[in-house]
């Protein structure tokens, strides 16, 4: 039966990041090995152009017929100055809180080969495997009440609500016990339990899920600690599962414990399998349209949807192994040049991934 997935380019790096991940898809169509039905949307700051929005309901509407939906990048200086609920980012927020994709499945791998390309000495990063589970629909991010508001003595204040129900924390944390059970067993859930009670119930609820998995070893940490101990020794973790906000902050900086953010994939999947694919790295303006961005966490994102959306894990092993291969040949775009790789574009390391599948 044939799948449907919609790319949302967006912004910056965007286009020329989706456009090697489209040709991608469309070598593993001509090779007999998937059927799809690919829709294309407008997204983004380039859909605020267009459409004076950042999520126009076309493209909503496409998302929620699509079984995966595949984005680029979104967001840059040039939308920076309209008002916040306009902006490119709440497109991004919009749908992810709309398609209900709360579990943010984020690895961090560094591949053979890109050891010097870490700002960690390679004896701490070499072999690094971590996958972070970020809970994506709720947490301060979403919280109300919220805003800019005046105070009884005429001073502007500012407003975030930090809230987590049960079931809320119950099913982020379920998703990360089942990924430990088919990796190391070991889920770290972080929390800021010692000040924060929201947290405290993250914690509760995380020890209750955790007497349901016998087999898998549950700590627990303060962020600020996590923090450090990434920094420190990254290797002591196998899945951490967190809130929103806590998840972003780790995963950028898991990310860079890699050599470049622009190796790194996402998923975010709702309770059936339905996910949103990206890079984790953002729209890059500034070498945005001069074909150099790194696409590796665009293509390790298809692989990413061709495991969890697409029921195709062995397409999805191939396309990790391809990387890997690519890798070791040496090619590199210019964010993980070390000495001995030989520098390419966007274009070329898309092509060289698709030779070696
Ligand atoms: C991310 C990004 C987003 C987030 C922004 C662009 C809204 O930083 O996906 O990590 O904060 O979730
Ligand atoms: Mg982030």
Not at 91 to 102: K, N, P, S, Y
Not at 248 to 274: F, Q, V, Y
Request: with cysteine; glycine share 10%.
């Amino acid at each position: 039966m044939s799948k449907k997935i919609l790319i949302l380019a967006g912004d910056g790096v965007g286009p020329e990041i989706t456009r090697e991940a489209r040709k991608l898809l469309d070598a593993l169509v001509d090779a007999g090995d998937l059927a799809l039905e690919i829709e294309l949307g407008a997204f983004g700051g380039a859909a605020i152009d267009e459409h004076g929005v950042p999520l126009p309901d076309a493209s909503l509407e496409l998302a929620r017929e699509a079984d995966a939906v595949l984005l680029g990048a979104v967001g840059g200086p040039k939308w920076e100055a309209i008002e916040r609920v306009r902006r490119p980012e709440q497109g991004l927020l919009a749908l992810r809180a709309e398609l209900g994709v709360f579990a943010n499945l984020r690895p961090a791998v560094l591949y053979p080969g890109l050891e010097a390309a870490s700002t960690l000495r390679p004896e701490v990063v070499q072999g690094l495997d971590i996958m972070i589970v970020r809970e994506l629909t709720g947490g301060i991010y979403f919280g109300e009440p919220r805003g800019i508001t005046e105070n009884a003595e005429g001073e502007r204040e500012g407003r975030n609500t930090l809230i987590y129900s049960e079931g809320e924390i119950e099913r982020i944390c379920r998703v990360a016990f089942e990924i430990a059970a088919k990796r190391n067993g070991r889920v770290c859930s972080v929390d800021k339990a010692n000040v924060l009670e929201a947290t405290e119930l993250w914690r509760t609820v995380a020890t209750e899920v955790g007497v349901g998995y016998p087999e898998i070893s549950l700590s627990h940490m303060y962020v600020d600690n996590a923090g450090m101990q990434l920094a420190r020794e990254p290797r002591q973790f196998d899945v951490m599962v967190t809130s929103n906000l806590f998840g972003d902050i780790l995963s950028d900086l898991a990310a860079m414990l890699t050599g470049s953010i622009g190796m790194l994939p996402s998923a975010s999947l709702d309770a059936n399998n339905k996910g949103v694919y990206e890079a984790i790295h953002g729209s890059a303006p500034d070498i945005a349209g001069k074909g150099i961005a790194n696409p590796l966490a665009t293509l390790l994102s298809v692989a990413m949807m061709l495991r969890y959306s697409l029921e195709a894990s062995e397409l999805a092993d191939q396309v990790e192994a391809a990387v890997s291969t690519v890798l070791k040949q040496g090619l590199c775009t210019a964010d993980i040049m070390s000495s001995g790789c030989r520098e390419v574009g966007t274009a070329e390391m898309g092509d060289a991934v698709i030779a070696a599948l």
